[in-house]
T-cell receptor, first 110, second 110 residues
Framework: GQNIDQPTEMTATEGAIVQINCTYQTSGFNGLFWYQQHAGEAPTFLSYNVLDGLEEKGRFSSFLSRSKGYSYLLLKELQMKDSASYLCAVISGSARQLTFGSGTQLTVLP | DADVTQTPRNRITKTGKRIMLECSQT?????MYWYRQDPGLGLRLIYYSFDVKDINKGEISDGYSVSRQAQAKFSLSLESAIPNQTALYFC?????????FGPGTRLLVL
């Protein structure tokens, strides 16, 4: 089976940096995604990591360590609009199905 | 125009009724998916289709059926709705690994 763990809630201050961690246990790992989801809206794609290391995309960066079953999403220069749920998802198996964690609700305070 | 559309956006129905949720996409992707999202449980895969002739069950297919009428259309049916099918339903499409989500259908079963 698959198991994906991420914190339920986090709070940070506008302008700060926040790191959202995700750990996973899966067989046939093929990659890890991060999605952003505002309340009542569709998840939107943020990043996709297949190889170990850091991928940077503007204010957002995502890191993967396959040997540790660990990833994090780093958000810099936080803005109020970054308040959202951040979903970690792992793609695995021959059918390449996407399995989602329960999401981390980030609240950015002024 | 949105690349992935879902109809209806909101639906209230009664226990035992048959309902259909529809998804259309203009992205030209072969792969389409149906998920449901419940508070605290994240997104869970119901069914997926890699092309018009390919239909596969996901993690929670019981009580649901699907139809892939064309490359661009993928419908989800609840044959006899029950209250615990109350949820937010998302359709998604992909060309390869990265999935793109529709706006969602909020379903309430009374």
């Amino acid at each position: 089976g698959q198991n994906i763990d991420q914190p339920t809630e986090m709070t940070a201050t506008e302008g700060a940096i926040v790191q959202i961690n995700c750990t996973y246990q899966t067989s046939g790992f093929n990659g890890l995604f991060w999605y952003q989801q505002h309340a009542g809206e569709a998840p939107t794609f943020l990043s996709y990591n297949v190889l170990d290391g850091l991928e940077e995309k503007g204010r957002f960066s995502s890191f993967l360590s396959r040997s540790k079953g660990y990833s994090y999403l780093l958000l810099k220069e936080l803005q109020m609009k970054d308040s959202a749920s951040y979903l970690c998802a792992v793609i695995s198996g021959s059918a390449r199905q996407l399995t989602f964690g329960s999401g981390t609700q980030l609240t950015v305070l002024p | 125009d949105a690349d992935v559309t879902q109809t209806p956006r909101n639906r209230i129905t009664k226990t035992g009724k048959r309902i259909m949720l529809e998804c259309s996409q203009t992205k030209g992707h072969d792969r389409m998916y149906w998920y449901r999202q419940d508070p605290g449980l994240g997104l869970r895969l119901i069914y997926y289709s890699f092309d018009v002739k390919d239909i596969n069950k996901g993690e929670i297919s019981d009580g649901y059926s699907v139809s892939r009428q064309a490359q661009a259309k993928f419908s989800l049916s609840l044959e006899s709705a029950i209250p615990n099918q109350t949820a937010l339903y998302f359709c998604a499409t992909s060309e390869r690994e990265t999935q793109y989500f529709g706006p969602g259908t909020r379903l309430l079963v009374l």
